[in-house]
T-cell receptor
C-alpha cells in the first residue's frame, strides 16, 4: 500500500522562528519520488521539491531545507526564519513510475507577525 | 507557456444537474489526473490517464466520468451533481515514466464547485 502521513494538522509559529513539517511515507516499491507542494491562501498548488528514492542527500534552497531518511521513511521539510508569506498548507506527496501521485492530508502553517 | 488550464474557475450547480470540467495541457504530457480537495483536507485522486484512450479509476471515482480522446485534453464529467461533490477540483499532468527525472505533477488553478 502507498500512503503519506503528515501527522501535524496545524502549526503556528511566530515570524523568524524555524519550523519543521513532518512527512512519513509507506511504499513497497524501491523506486519512487517524494514531493513537497505549497498551497497558499490563493489556492493554487506550487511545486517545491522532488527527491528520488536513490538520492538521500539533504537539500537546501534558501530558507527551505529537506531531510530525506529512507531508514525511517521520512521526508521532512524545514523552513528557517519563517516569514508571514510562508503561511500556507503544505502537502507531501509520493509518486511512482507509471502510477498516480499519493498526497498526504497536508499541514496548515500559520506564521504570525 | 500555459501549462495546465482548467475551466471554469467557479461553478454553482443544482442537485441533479450535470457539467463537464475542462482540463487542457500544452506540455505533451502523457499522464493526466483529476483530484478533489474537500475543505481542510488533502487531495484525493478521482481518475487518471496514462495516455490518449486510456483511463483508470482512482480513490474516489463514483459519480464521475472521464475521457481522453487527445493527449492534451482530459475532461471530467459529473452526471448527477450531489452536495457531496462540493469541492475544489484540480487537474494535473506529468511526463511519462520514461522521463522519470521530470516526474513532477503540474497543477491547474483549480475549479471551485458548489452543489446546492
Amino acid at each position: 500500500a502507498q500512503k503519506v502521513t503528515q501527522a501535524q494538522t496545524e502549526i503556528s509559529v511566530v515570524e523568524k522562528e524555524d519550523v519543521t513539517l513532518d512527512c512519513v511515507y509507506e511504499t513497497r516499491d524501491t523506486t519512487y519520488y517524494l514531493f513537497w507542494y505549497k498551497q497558499p491562501p490563493s489556492g493554487e498548488l506550487v511545486f517545491l521539491i522532488r527527491r528520488n528514492s536513490f538520492d538521500e542527500q539533504n537539500e537546501i534552497s534558501g530558507r527551505y531545507s529537506w531531510n530525506f531518511q529512507k531508514s525511517t521513511s521520512s521526508f521532512n521539510f524545514t523552513i528557517t526564519a519563517s516569514q508571514v508569506v510562508d503561511s500556507a498548507v503544505y502537502f507531501c506527496a509520493l509518486g511512482h513510475y507509471g502510477q498516480n501521485f499519493v498526497f498526504g492530508p497536508g499541514t496548515r502553517l500559520s506564521v504570525l507577525p | 507557456n500555459a501549462g495546465v488550464t482548467q475551466t471554469p474557475k467557479f461553478r454553482i450547480l443544482k442537485i441533479g444537474q450535470s457539467m463537464t470540467l475542462q482540463c487542457a495541457q500544452d506540455m505533451n504530457h502523457n499522464y493526466m489526473y483529476w483530484y478533489r480537495q474537500d475543505p481542510g483536507m488533502g487531495l484525493k485522486l478521482i481518475y487518471y490517464s496514462v495516455g490518449a484512450g486510456i483511463t483508470d479509476k482512482g480513490e474516489v471515482p463514483n459519480g464521475y466520468n472521464v475521457s481522453r480522446s487527445t493527449t492534451e485534453d482530459f475532461p471530467l464529467r459529473l452526471e448527477l451533481a450531489a452536495p457531496s461533490q462540493t469541492s475544489v477540483y484540480f487537474c494535473a499532468s506529468s511526463y511519462s515514466p520514461a522521463l522519470a527525472e521530470n516526474t513532477e505533477a503540474f497543477f491547474g488553478q483549480g475549479t471551485r464547485l458548489t452543489v446546492v
